[in-house]
Structure formats: structure tokens, C-alpha cells
């Protein structure tokens, strides 16, 4: 028994390894009809495919380069934009500057003009003020001689008892006067 064991394990290893063989390699015929028929796929491929898929990369390339360029071309045009903005905005600040400086130039002018008016105007107040108490400085003194000379001719007359010449008296202490007066300054 122990040999027909032996026989049947021989047997069916030789038909392994023979079946193994068949399942790894083709048939010759077979193996003719896809090297024909791979080469055909392969020739049809080569010839109408192949320039097509070429044709399409190239496309496709040339397509995203002009993109690339124009999205550069965009790019440099924004920027462009951008340093016209920003030379705007500088322009509107400078601007900005130059009217509050002249504002500010403006309003000091005035100013000055207003402090120059007050000035001369309270000047204009203070010697018309002088004026006023010079005239009535004048008024009251003159008033003051009248009525001097009008007290010392009635203590005059009452002192002499009869009646001087009122005029030539009034005439001789406005004299007087005139000559204290003339001391005094």
C-alpha cells in the first residue's frame, strides 16, 4: 500500500508541475494572435491617437501659458493701479496739509488783524477819552474862574462896601488867573 501511495504522490506532482507550466505559459497560437493583435492596437495608437493626445497637451499648455501671462499682465496692471492710488492718496494728504497750513496762516492773519483793531480801536477810545476830560477839564476850570471871579468881586463889594466896576474887576482876576496858570504849567 505504502508503494501505491508512493506512485499516486509521484504522479500527481508530475502533473502539478506539468499544469503549472501550462497555466503560466500560453498556448503558441495564442501567444502569435496577441503579439498580432497588440501590435496593431499599439500601430492604431501610435499613428491616430498619439498626435491627437499631443495636439491636446500642447493645447492645454499653450492655454494655461497665455493664462499665466495674462493673469501676470493683471497683475502688473494692478499693481500699476495700486501705486496710482497710493500716489492719489499722498497727493490728497499733501493737499489736505497745504489747506489746513493756509487755514491756519489765514486764521493767524486774522487774527492779527482783529488784535490790530482792538488795539487801535481801544487807542481811538482812550484819546477820545483824554479829549473829553480835557474839554471838560477846560469847561470846569473855566467855569471855576467865572464863579471866582464872580465870589471875589460880591467879597470885594461887600469888603468895600459900595459897588466897583464889575467888568474891570472881572478883567483884573481872569489876569490873575491867567498868570497862576501859566505857573502852574
Known amino acids: 500500500m505504502q ?25 503558441f497560437e495564442e501567444l502569435i494572435a496577441g503579439i498580432i493583435a497588440f501590435s496593431i492596437v499599439f500601430v492604431a495608437v501610435w499613428k491616430f491617437a498619439w498626435p491627437r493626445m499631443n495636439d491636446l497637451i500642447a493645447a492645454r499648455q499653450k492655454a ?43 486764521a493767524e492773519t486774522v487774527k492779527a488783524g482783529l488784535i490790530e483793531k482792538a488795539e487801535a480801536d481801544a487807542a481811538g477810545i482812550v484819546a477820545k477819552a483824554r479829549e473829553e476830560a480835557a474839554s471838560e477839564k477846560a469847561r470846569a476850570m473855566s467855569e471855576a474862574r467865572q464863579e471866582v471871579a464872580n465870589l471875589s468881586i460880591d467879597l470885594a463889594e461887600k469888603v ?10 472881572k478883567t483884573l482876576v481872569e489876569d490873575y488867573l491867567a498868570e497862576l496858570d501859566g505857573m502852574s504849567t
Open 3 to 27: 508503494a501505491i501511495l508512493a506512485s499516486v504522490a509521484i504522479l500527481a506532482t508530475e502533473e502539478t508541475e506539468a499544469g503549472a507550466a501550462r497555466l503560466v505559459l500560453p498556448v
Open 160 to 169: 468895600v462896601g459900595n459897588s466897583l466896576d464889575r467888568d474891570a474887576q
Open 64 to 106: 494655461i501659458t497665455g493664462q499665466l501671462q495674462e493673469a501676470e499682465a493683471t497683475k502688473i496692471e494692478a499693481q500699476g493701479i495700486l501705486d496710482a492710488y497710493k500716489a492719489q492718496v499722498a497727493g490728497a494728504k499733501a493737499e489736505g496739509n497745504e489747506i489746513v497750513e493756509a487755514a491756519r496762516a489765514q
